[in-house]
């Protein structure tokens, strides 16, 4: 019980996280809500094995992200039928600034790793930090987040 408590204080302190991650991989309401369940769910599973040897926002940024890249993986079939279908503009928060929005526009052109890191990134974490949670060396981070950039610059300047 007292786990369980434990579990839902961290989860609800560190939900921007995966809301974050969530509007990071996802469009529809639907597929948001259920992915959030998912990487809820899948952090309970492996909440008995946190050691808290790192934060539990890194763990469960890990998390998050592993199950947003699983989820997209297992649900391409049911992309590729949407697609057959005019795509509908991505949904941005409407308290994000516009230029925040024109920023988030262009993460997610991204592929989802990279998408992973930047955010990452972005909220401030190092490359250490970064390298742990996405199961990458710390000199390929480095290298990742300059082409990253480079790659965002150049989306945004062609507009």
Known sequence: MMQQKEFLKNVTDNRGIIYKIINLYVDEEEDRKDLYQEIVYQAWKSFGNFKA???FSTWLYKISLNVSITYLSKHHKRTKLKNE???????????????????YRAIRTLNETDRGIIMLH??????????????????????KL???????????TQK
């Open 85 to 103: 279908f005019p795509e509908a503009p991505p949904v941005v928060h409407k308290e994000l600034s516009e230029r925040a929005e024109v920023m």
């Open 122 to 143: 972005l909220e401030g974490y190092d490359n250490a930090e970064i390298s742990e949670i996405a199961g990458i060396s710390k000199s390929n981070t480095g290298v």
């Open 53 to 55: 040897e790192s934060l």
């Open 146 to 156: 300059h082409r990253i950039k480079q790659q965002l610059i150049q989306i945004l």
